[in-house]
């Protein structure tokens, strides 16, 4: 979904919402508040969850 234009409001909040995610997560990693293990642990969870 990412890059595509989208006709949907609720796709297009969802799609920011995840780039937000994204960027926290990589934020937090960055700055030692999220080892890259739990980092991997969380992303598992999605996708377990039905989220990309």
Do not use: H, N
Not at 18 to 39: P, V
């Amino acid at each position: 979904m990412r890059g595509q234009l989208t006709s949907c409001p609720t796709d297009a909040i969802i799609a920011v919402a995840e780039l937000c995610q994204s960027s926290l997560i990589a934020t937090a990693i960055r700055f030692g508040e999220l080892t890259d293990a739990a980092a991997v642990k969380l992303a598992g969870r999605r996708c377990k969850a039905g989220l990309p």
